[in-house]
């Protein structure tokens, strides 16, 4: 089994930046392609972005495209989410899962098989 634990949310100004960070326990990740999605109140959970285990293929959504960046350290058995240019949109609890297909990066949340609990970051205008 594999435990994930996201940390880092926080209330930002639009504008600013914040990193999150996603520790895995359990087993080691280095092959999972790990991805980080949100849900806004009200809202879905929605894709935001992925990194395959050799963190050299990343994949985002639109709308964070240019202003996010996703990163990992296996030798920490961590991922990280580097959000820039926040705005009040990318309200939302954001949630770290992993995908065991090593082989393939997915935007599919039934494709993650392990998430942890969620980081709340709110964005003030």
């Known amino acids: 089994q594999v435990q994930l634990v996201e940390s880092g949310g926080r209330l930002v100004q639009a504008g600013g930046s914040l990193r999150l960070s996603c520790a895995a326990s359990g087993r080691t990740v280095s092959s999972y392609t790990m991805g980080w999605f949100r849900q806004a109140p009200g809202k879905e959970r929605e894709f935001v972005a992925a990194?395959?285990?050799?963190?050299?293929?990343?994949y985002y959504s639109d709308f964070v495209k240019g202003r996010f960046t996703i990163s990992r350290d296996n030798t920490k058995n961590t991922v990280y989410l580097q959000m820039t240019s926040l705005k009040p949109e990318d309200t939302a609890v954001y949630y770290c899962?992993?995908?065991?297909?090593?082989?393939?990066?997915?935007?599919?949340?039934?494709?993650?098989?392990?998430w942890g609990q969620g980081s709340q970051v709110t964005v003030s205008s």
């Open positions: 990194i395959r285990g050799s963190g050299t293929i990343t």
């Open positions: 899962a992993a995908d065991p297909q090593f082989w393939r990066i997915t935007t599919d949340r039934n494709d993650y098989n392990y």
